[in-house]
Structure formats: structure tokens, C-alpha cells
């Protein structure tokens, strides 16, 4: 059954610093990989979809990597604003036919 | 971009009765439904997978006799919480995909509190 665990589950810092999601799953027969925000009580919003074939995503200040072999992703932020204060969650699409496996996710605040 | 919709966002029940919740796709057919729950601090947990026309496929552990769901057109599929019960207080979001295999379109979510 596939697992997936984000580090940290929470992280402050002051605006303006660069900062490093990870993500690490168990079975690396996956389909896609999808980090998503979650602001509170609130539905998500997809950032960066990385196919397993993929290396790396890119949109705007994120930056997500996958490393398919090792179970690894990374979410890179560059440059991060008080409005990037959310919750940062990870999924897995095992297959194609498969509803998503979803991390804990890391909640993230950015201090002004 | 695809959109999806849920409704109510929010329902208040007493304990024993039964509540729909509505997952619409506005701007696609869905030819796959999932329905997940997320607890307070928790992950969200995958509970079925609805295709139109055919009968749903749970998740261990989930009751399907419970949590019953209707996927009756391209656009709409329906989860019904029947019995609720407080420990049924969870926030339920559906995703929708068009056919790709590639993304799913997730709703805004439903918060439900059973008293």
C-alpha cells in the first residue's frame, strides 16, 4: 500500500527566504506526482503536476522535482510572501484509474 | 480551466439522519468521480472511486452501505452519509476527471458537523 510522508508538518520563516518542501513515498510505480495548497477550511489548488517520466515542474516561484527511483519530491518555493501562508500537500497517482494518495502535508507560514 | 462544484460547503445535521452531498462538473464530463475525507490535521484519505453507470468502488474500510454514492450522469455524482453519526464530522471533497489520465479537478470541499 502506498505511503507518503512530507517533512517537516510545519515550518515558519520570514519573508523573502527560499524554502524546500520534501515529499517521500513507498511505491515508486506511480503514474504522476501533484503538489496542491490548501488554505484554511478551504478546497485545494493544484501547483505543479509532475508525470513519472518527468524530472522537474516549474510555475512562476515553484519549483518541484521528482525523483522516481529514490521516492523522492522536493517543492521549492524562491522567494516566499506572507501570501504563500498555507498548507502544502503531496499526492501519488498509483495508475490511471486510481484516486490520488495524499501526504499529511506541511503547513507553512511566512512571517512579514 | 475545468471547474468543480460542490454543494452544500457547509451542513449542520442531527445525529441519525442522512445528508447529500453534490459533485457537479460545470465545464466537462467526468467520466471518473473520487470522493475523499479529510479529518482535522490529517491527510486526505481516498473513501471511493465513481464511474458513471456503474456502481462504486470503496476504499478498505469504508462502509458502502454507509457512505452510499450515485454517479447518475457525466456531470453529477452524489455522496450520501446515511445514519451520520458525530464521528462522520469531517470535511468531504470530491475530484472529477474528464477522461485523462492525467489531472483531477477537485470541488471546494464540504464541511459536515453531525451533532
Redesign the interface.
Known amino acids: 500500500k502506498q505511503e ?1 510522508t512530507q517533512i517537516p508538518a510545519a515550518l515558519s520563516v520570514p519573508e523573502g527566504e527560499n524554502l524546500v518542501l520534501n515529499c517521500s513515498f513507498t511505491d515508486s510505480a506511480i ?2 506526482l501533484q503538489w ?1 495548497r490548501q488554505d484554511p ?4 489548488t ?1 501547483l505543479l ?1 509532475i ?1 513519472s517520466s518527468q524530472r522537474e515542474q516549474t510555475s512562476g516561484r515553484l519549483n518541484a522535482s521528482l525523483d522516481k527511483s529514490s521516492g523522492r519530491s522536493t517543492l521549492y518555493i524562491a522567494a516566499s510572501q506572507p501570501g504563500d501562508s498555507a498548507t502544502y ?1 503531496c ?1 501519488v497517482a498509483g495508475g ?10 506541511t503547513h507553512l507560514i511566512i512571517q512579514p | 480551466g475545468a471547474v468543480v462544484s ?1 454543494h452544500p460547503s457547509r451542513v449542520i445535521c442531527k445525529s441519525g439522519t442522512s445528508v447529500k452531498i453534490e459533485c457537479r462538473s460545470l465545464d466537462f464530463q467526468a467520466t ?1 468521480m ?1 470522493w ?1 475525507r479529510q479529518f482535522p ?6 473513501m471511493a ?1 465513481s464511474n458513471e453507470g456503474s456502481k462504486a468502488t470503496y ?1 478498505q474500510g469504508v462502509e458502502k452501505d454507509k457512505f452510499l454514492i450515485n454517479h447518475a450522469s457525466l456531470t453529477l455524482s452524489t455522496l450520501t452519509v446515511t445514519s451520520a453519526h458525530p464521528e462522520d464530522s469531517s ?1 468531504y ?1 470530491c ?1 472529477a476527471r474528464d477522461g485523462g ?9 464540504t ?1 459536515l458537523l453531525v451533532l
Open positions: 507518503v503514474y504522476n496542491f477550511g478551504k478546497g485545494l493544484s503536476l508525470q500537500l499526492a490511471g484509474a486510481d484516486g490520488l494518495t495524499f501526504g499529511k502535508g | 460542490q471518473t473520487f475523499y490535521k490529517q491527510s486526505l484519505m481516498l472511486t476504499e470535511f471533497i475530484s489520465p492525467e489531472t483531477q479537478y477537485f470541488g471546494p470541499g464541511r
